[in-house]
């Protein structure tokens, strides 16, 4: 369970005939993977929410706070993935440093990370869709099910461009990350015409008892402290840290492209850090902008999204161009969040940790039936479940991926201080240590009830090691042909 797969074996690993990835991708087209698949949801309709319901203006510092703790990590990424270019990102950075154990437990959690992300904002696609349409959004009545055929058709799109190509696909997103960057800069542009700094003021609103009963529901710091969930005020604060961190959610994916990349020990680390600083930036502006335009106490309600602000200042014109500009930013946020849940399985299935047979590619150097898999599990998911608070559970399985990252570069320096590192993270171990608890904490503001959600998925990740990954390990039988051969 302990077995450490080295480094050099994942990069042999990466020239098997029958797995091998096609290396396509430059700095310039991880920057952009990273941009299409961070600035998304967050900027479009979590601002806003975020705003109105729990942390009024301070929501630009809430951004400040979740991109600190993204930044500490991303460092610990870019070292990673610049010493270890292989598919799988914290999965086969676990493999190198934990162990067989560690490395499932990671790989289960990025799978429910991938996976939810992708079918959570294809719905979010969905209603953008039917907004346009002049509809709520684009599903259909069956009964005692609803199917949001808008969700369901986008992933089958995605899932073939996918399919055809990784290039094709940075292309598709480079388009949309250039619309929805023009959108944002538009909203940024009218949105100052109608700016009144006394909206922002109290920047920090006062703070606001929850409800007694919260119970699950309140976040597992308030839970244990007694503090009751609050909203607004310092614990608001702290609690929107957590919420907009969805925000940031997917630069961590462009490390699961690193097998892809030509030259990963120089690309790897400018597209994850390039992308990060750009979005910062961004949401920060948008953030400032949008708690300006209008009190945040007409952003609360649960419903308002950018286009909110304008229709309170009497420019409706501009909600069909937000809703063109969320199109386009969803639409790679769902593509790049598919291509890291194929990447990972990936590395799972030449692992043996999953069935191996899945870790062939075609002809176009990408794993085909990984993908369709992939696509069809999110449709299923997309088109028929209503989410609810289950978004939350993509949070907290992010950071806890952040946090075994961070304490693996801490590791790796110890144990394999002769790899050559194209980018070594800097004031270690001050920076991992930093990254941990600020991950830790950002955890700690989460629900109780999306706490026990996590235990209850890994506790199904150990049922399915123990019943296959472990007896199928290509890494476990190397090992006992070598026992047995001696």
């Known amino acids: 369970m302990f077995r450490t797969k080295s480094v050099e074996q994942s990069i042999r690993d990466t020239d098997e005939p029958d797995s091998k990835l096609r290396k396509d991708l430059t700095a310039w087209d991880l920057t952009v993977f990273g941009v299409a698949v961070v600035v998304g949801a967050g900027i479009f309709t979590l601002t806003a929410r975020t705003a109105g319901d729990v942390a009024g203006p301070s929501v630009s510092l809430a951004f400040v706070f979740a991109a600190v703790a993204c930044g500490l990590t991303a460092l610990c990424y870019a070292e990673f993935a610049s010493t270890v270019p292989v598919a799988g990102s914290a999965y086969t950075y676990s493999y190198a440093t934990f162990g067989e154990l560690v490395a499932w437990i990671i790989g289960w959690d990025?799978?429910?990370?991938?996976?939810?992300?992708?079918?959570?904002?294809?719905?979010?696609?969905?209603?953008?869709?039917?907004?346009?349409?002049?509809?709520?959004?684009?599903?259909?009545d069956l009964g005692p099910v609803t199917f949001d055929w808008g969700a369901v058709l986008l992933i089958t799109v995605l899932g073939v461009l996918l399919a055809v190509g990784t290039k094709i696909s940075s292309r598709v997103s480079a388009i949309a990350v250039a619309i929805k960057l023009a959108v944002i800069a538009l909203v940024l542009v009218v949105g100052i015409g109608y700016f009144d700094k006394s909206n922002l003021s109290p920047y920090i609103p006062p703070s606001q008892s929850g409800a007694a009963d919260e119970g699950i529901h309140q976040s597992l710091f308030s839970y244990l402290t007694g503090a009751g969930n609050s909203t607004f005020g310092w614990y608001g604060l702290l609690a929107a840290a957590s919420l907009v961190f969805f925000a940031?959610?997917?630069?961590?994916?462009?490390?699961?492209?690193?097998?892809?990349?030509?030259?990963?020990?120089?690309?790897?680390?400018?597209?994850?850090?390039?992308?990060?600083?750009?979005?910062?930036?961004?949401?920060?502006?948008?953030?400032?902008?949008?708690?300006?335009?209008?009190?945040?106490?007409?952003?609360?309600?649960?419903?308002?999204?950018?286009?909110?602000?304008?229709?309170?200042?009497?420019?409706?014109?501009?909600?069909?161009?937000?809703?063109?500009?969320?199109?386009?930013?969803?639409?790679t946020v769902v593509m790049v969040m598919y291509l890291g849940q194929t990447r990972v399985l990936f590395a799972m299935s030449r692992d043996g940790l999953l069935p191996r047979r899945l870790a062939h590619t075609g002809q176009n150097g990408t794993p085909v039936r990984l993908t369709v898999i992939v696509g069809v599990c999110c449709a299923l998911l997309a088109g028929f479940v209503d989410f609810g608070t289950l978004e939350e559970m993509v949070n907290i399985g992010t950071l806890f991926a952040f946090v075994l990252v961070a304490v693996g570069v801490l590791i790796l320096r110890r144990t394999r201080p002769d790899l050559p590192r194209g980018f070594r993270v800097p004031l270690v171990p001050l920076i991992p240590v930093l990254g941990v608890l600020a991950c830790l904490w950002l955890m700690l503001n989460l629900s109780v009830e999306t706490w026990l959600r996590f235990l209850v998925w890994m506790l199904i990740g150990f049922v399915v090691y123990f019943a296959y990954g472990r007896r199928h390990s290509v890494l476990g039988r190397a090992s006992t042909a070598e026992k047995t051969s001696d």
């Open 110 to 140: 990025l799978i429910l990370e991938f996976a939810l992300a992708a079918s959570v904002v294809a719905k979010g696609w969905s209603q953008y869709l039917g907004e346009l349409m002049g509809r709520s959004a684009a599903v259909v």
């Open 248 to 331: 940031f959610i997917g630069f961590d994916v462009v490390a699961t492209a690193a097998e892809e990349t030509r030259n990963p020990q120089r690309s790897v680390p400018r597209g994850i850090l390039g992308s990060l600083l750009i979005v910062t930036v961004l949401y920060v502006a948008v953030s400032l902008v949008l708690t300006g335009m209008v009190p945040y106490t007409a952003l609360s309600g649960g419903d308002a999204t950018l286009a909110t602000a304008f229709a309170l200042n009497g420019a409706d014109w501009a909600k069909n161009i937000i809703s063109v500009g969320a199109l386009a930013g969803l639409t």
